[in-house]
């Protein structure tokens, strides 16, 4: 079935570094990617969706490239905040177009 | 924007009772809706799917006996977790989703549920 893969489970960066979080997918044809971000107390918010090879999303500085090719959708910031700290999930639309599968979330912790 | 509004945020209920909880889509119209459980050792476990003229499906582990789903219109949905046990503690997060809105399903903030 389709699943998202997120390698990190915790990331720990300063203030100003760049981030990576990897995601991967394993789904037939071209499901919609997604990022999401939870905050503690709070339900996930849509960041954004990508929908088709190499397509960029982006929002609040955040960017993520679909690549069909290595199956990836991976979350970029060029420099992060302490207001960053969240967990982030990475989500696809399933081939069932409306069920949405989570990868397992990561946590990221920045530090001032 | 697309809000989706769950009640209660937290409540309480002793082992074997039931609690019902509310989502409430505002400024757009669900034709699905989504309700997950996230637990500390878990992601998001899909309960089950609710979607506008089609019968409400249950994923594994979940039914409709313990988990009663109601999504009477386009902007309301409520599930009762009844004779409810340990095991069903955790945040119940409630997805809408509309097509005009893309395929990403919007959340509310969660009914926490704990049990005695």
């Known amino acids: 079935g389709d699943s998202v893969t997120q390698t990190e489970g915790q990331v720990a960066l300063s203030e100003e570094d760049f981030l990576t979080i990897h995601c991967n997918y394993s789904a037939s044809g071209y499901p919609a990617l997604f990022w999401y971000v939870q905050y503690p107390g709070e339900g996930p918010q849509f960041l954004f969706r990508a929908s088709r090879d190499k397509e960029k999303g982006s929002s609040r500085g955040f960017e993520a490239t679909y690549n069909k090719e290595t199956t990836s959708f991976h979350l970029q910031k060029a420099s992060v905040q302490e207001s960053d700290s969240a967990v982030y999930y990475c989500?696809?639309?399933?081939?069932?177009?409306?069920?949405?599968?989570f990868g397992k979330g990561t946590h990221l912790h920045v530090l001032p | 924007g697309a809000l989706v509004y769950q009640y209660p945020r937290r409540t309480i209920c002793k082992s074997g009772t039931s609690m019902r909880m509310e989502c409430q889509a505002v400024?757009?119209?669900?034709?699905?809706v989504a309700w997950y459980r996230q637990s500390p050792q878990k992601t998001f476990e899909l309960i089950a799917l609710s979607t506008v003229n089609s019968a409400i499906k249950y994923e594994q582990n979940f039914t409709q006996e313990k988990f009663p789903i109601s999504h009477p219109n386009l902007s309301f949905s409520s599930m009762t977790v009844l004779n409810a046990y340990l095991e069903d503690r955790g945040l119940y997060l409630c997805?809408?989703?509309?097509?005009?809105?893309?395929?990403?399903?919007?959340f509310g903030p969660g009914t926490r549920l704990t049990v005695l």
């Open positions: 997805g809408a989703r509309t097509p005009g809105l893309g395929y990403e399903q919007y």
């Open positions: 400024g757009f119209q669900a034709t699905s």
């Open positions: 989500a696809l639309g399933g081939t069932n177009a409306y069920k949405v599968i």
